[in-house]
């Protein structure tokens, strides 16, 4: 005899589940006490919604199926924003959450809530398991539909008599899944790829625009032997940082509404966008009849539905982007002839170079790149939403996937700290740092007490300037400085720090960044640092929400002078992506 | 801006009519009607739905539906040569002695049934293309239509060919 519980464990253990992120509760009971000899790990968080970014970022930073788990009613709702926040990056994840037993289905029972009915938009599947026999075929589904296809979280609600319930024989399983409603389509079609060859091989002012596709299917290789076969320059999007060294001197850096003058630029003006695992979000393309306006578009993605659903494109391939791209490397020919383009490009990056100002004052940027460089882009880095995210996102220096953490579609608030703690499971040899500002630490602040009691050597950088930045920012720029709520009165997270026994220091000088970074660093465990910076510093350049990706306010322009004297220094057609303390 | 009609076969599972009507409610497309029922397939129902947009907003909402796990396989079949059915039941005022006779005889011309005679109304019971339906709703309006209900419209392809699960 074996208890559904007793099977839904065994079923994560053969799924090679080795850390579950949870908080129990009534109704998932029966897992928690099979749980209790278990050989998977279990974090006990502190808030279900913790839970579910900790699973996040497991599976982001390993590729793996990150697992959360909580009780029924208010457990399984607090995962909701953790769920979606995953749904809407991509992020394999399979949550499990405890229901009422089948008999008190619908009866508005104790902590009852219909989670697979609140969660149907924000889940690729889910299942309601009504019988202890299905427990073990319902975990194998869910994972492989989790991990398959574009990624995405799978919800699986467990009633109490279900997991508690025994059955003399678990029916076997088959082998491969086998699912007729679910058959993603993994190689693209040989005349599409025909098609895009020809074009590639036409273009003069190609760009290539890469995205989370190519981190989620491993392809980061193959697309920069793709650019520096075609000497292409490469443009990420949020999601997409990391696939190319940053100092690549193909990079572009990031494109969009806070991307690089440079990388708007090239886009406006190229001939062919390659778009690889991307899905032409509002926050990348502006205005989209602008986008991109005298391209023709290639677009590579596992899921059709993203291809033609925001800008028509000329050459749709659906596919594995890393199975497309190795089928053209092996047909596409070396290019030496694109001087004049890639020229024209240095002259961008020379004349509008990522910039602030190096007055003395602590600014963000400075903290992000002092980092950068003790860290040598290595380590994984983890942020929350805002200007602590797009200023890191411009200011480090991503080297390799999967080094970057971060809520790019739903933009969650909070998801930074938990994330962190899951990434560290996930490779606990790597230095986690999640780069936070007040008001997004603040959401998940409750998580000090999970690195705490399991003493994990996450590191937090909180770039606090006392308010939410970020719509601050727009209440200067776009509503006449009317700062409404956006204020946040100060607080001493080292205090707060200390009280959970997690050491930190409260950084207020530029010239105390580089040592209190290091000692952040080089402690063993965790370590807040809370800097306290500018208060009224921007995030630079940026496209106004439904302006053309070309029409950027408040970069910087270097003057025509400068830009000749440096000319005269340099010669080569290769180029280093612009950043710049002016 | 036109009507499509949506041939979707899925699996017969707790659930699955909220996963369809729910995708179509969040992304803002219009169902103009939807009739579901099980298949000659084990285990699958077939949808009949149809849904007003243009090519763009209809390729969008059949990609979408592909996505949903329990769903086996969507088809547009508007430009195909199909036969579409509806029912309706129709309770009309029809007193005898007044109007009975003229609703029995409009009634016999549109080949709908009787189905139900009460002191002062009779069901009509009808079966033909949306059209039709229309057709005949209109011209029983004069004499009070009490309650009305439609199936919404089933479809098949005509000929041999029939919508079968591919992947």
């Known amino acids: ?74 457990g399984a709702c607090n995962l909701v924003t953790g769920i979606a926040t995953a749904y809407m990056d991509s992020v394999p994840m399979v949550a499990l959450t405890g229901q009422v037993p089948t008999s008190l289905l619908g009866n508005d029972a104790f902590q009852e809530a219909d989670i697979t009915g609140i969660t149907l938009p924000i889940t690729k599947h889910s299942y309601l398991v ?62 599409q790829i025909d098609k895009a060859i020809e074009l590639i091989e036409k273009a003069e002012r190609p760009v290539i625009y890469a995205g989370g596709g190519i981190i989620t299917s491993e392809a980061s290789g193959e697309m920069v032997q793709l650019a520096e076969r075609l000497l292409c320059p490469v443009t990420t999007t949020l999601m997409g940082l990391g696939s190319i060294p940053c100092d690549h001197p193909l990079n572009l850096g990031m494109l969009g509404m806070h991307g690089t003058v440079y990388a708007n630029y090239a886009v406006t003006e190229s001939d062919l966008l390659i778009a690889l695992g991307v899905r032409f979000d509002d926050r990348v393309t502006g205005k989209l009849p602008t986008f991109a306006p005298h391209a023709q578009i290639i677009h590579v993605d596992i899921d ?20 497309v791209l190795q089928v053209m490397l092996n047909r596409l020919k070396k290019r030496d002839d694109r001087k004049q383009w890639l020229t024209r490009i240095r002259a961008w990056m020379r004349k509008h170079p990522l910039s602030y100002k190096s007055d003395g004052c602590l600014r963000p940027q400075y903290v992000i790149q002092e980092l950068s460089n003790l860290l040598k882009g290595e380590g994984i880095i983890v942020s929350e939403v805002g200007q602590n995210q797009m200023w890191t996102a411009q200011w480090y220096c991503f080297r390799k996937p999967r080094s970057w953490l971060s809520s790019g579609g739903l933009g969650t608030m909070g998801y930074g700290f938990p994330a ?30 999970t690195v705490a009691a399991n003493n994990i050597p996450v590191k937090v950088v909180i770039l606090n300037n006392m308010f939410l930045g970020m719509v601050r920012q727009w209440q200067e720029l776009f509503y006449d400085h009317r700062y409404s709520y956006t204020e946040l009165p100060p607080v001493d997270f080292v205090g707060i720090a200390k009280a959970y026994g997690i050491d930190g220091i409260r950084v207020e000088q530029c010239e105390e960044v580089p040592s209190a970074l290091r000692t952040m660093i080089e402690t063993d465990g965790p370590f807040l640092l809370d800097v306290r ?50 | 801006m036109k009507a499509h009609t949506l041939s979707v076969l899925v699996e017969n599972r707790a659930g699955v009519l909220t996963r369809v009507s729910g995708l179509f409610a969040r992304r803002g497309f219009n169902i103009e009607s939807l009739a579901v029922g099980t298949s000659e397939l084990p285990g699958m129902s077939r949808m009949t739905i149809v849904v007003i947009g243009d090519d763009a907003q209809v390729e969008q909402v059949m990609k979408q539906l592909n996505k949903l796990i329990d769903v086996i396989k969507v088809s547009d079949i508007t430009e195909s040569e199909i036969v579409d059915r509806e029912l309706a039941l129709i309770k009309v005022n029809a007193e005898p002695g007044s109007s009975r006779s003229e609703v029995m005889q409009i009634a016999s011309i549109f080949r709908a049934q009787i189905v139900d005679v009460g002191a002062k109304t009779v069901v009509l019971q009808v079966a033909g293309d949306p059209g ?36």
């Open chain 1, 304 to 323: 059709p539905a993203e291809i033609g659903k925001n800008k028509k494109v000329d050459v749709p391939i659906v596919g594995d982007v890393r199975s």
């Open chain 2, 132 to 167: 039709k339906i229309d057709a005949l709703e209109k011209l029983l309006r004069q004499f009070g239509v009490k309650e009305l209900i439609r199936t919404g419209k089933i479809t098949m392809l005509r000929g041999a060919k029939t919508v079968q699960p591919t992947k």
């Open chain 1, 420 to 449: 962190a703690i899951g990434a560290h499971f996930a490779r606990p040899d790597e230095t986690v740092v999640d780069i936070a500002g007040d008001g997004s630490f603040q959401m998940n602040i409750q998580e000090l007490g």
């Open chain 1, 533 to 582: 910076i500018e208060r009224e510093e921007n995030v630079f350049p940026m496209v106004p929400a439904g302006a053309a990706i070309n029409e950027m306010i408040g970069g910087h322009v270097v003057p025509e002078r400068e830009l000749e004297l440096a000319a005269a220094e340099e010669g080569d057609v290769t180029f280093r992506p612009g950043r710049k303390a002016a």
């Open chain 1, 1 to 74: 005899m074996k208890t559904g519980a007793k099977i839904l464990v065994e079923g994560l253990q053969r799924e090679g589940v080795d850390t579950i992120f949870g908080y129990p509760g009534g109704v998932i009971l029966p897992v928690y006490d099979e749980l209790y000899d278990s050989p998977i790990r279990h974090i006990l968080v502190r808030h279900e919604q913790a839970a579910a970014h900790a699973a996040d970022g497991y599976a982001r930073a390993s590729g793996r199926v990150g697992v959360c788990m909580a009780t029924s009613g208010p």
């Open chain 1, 130 to 191: 009504k019988r202890t026999v299905d427990v073990d075929r319902v975990v194998q589904e869910a994972f492989f539909i989790a991990r398959t296809g574009r990624p995405g979280p799978v919800l699986v609600d467990l009633p109490k008599d279900v997991t508690a319930g025994q059955i003399e024989e678990v029916p076997p399983l088959p082998e491969k899944v086998h699912l007729r409603g679910y058959q993603p389509t993994l190689k693209g079609h040989t005349r």
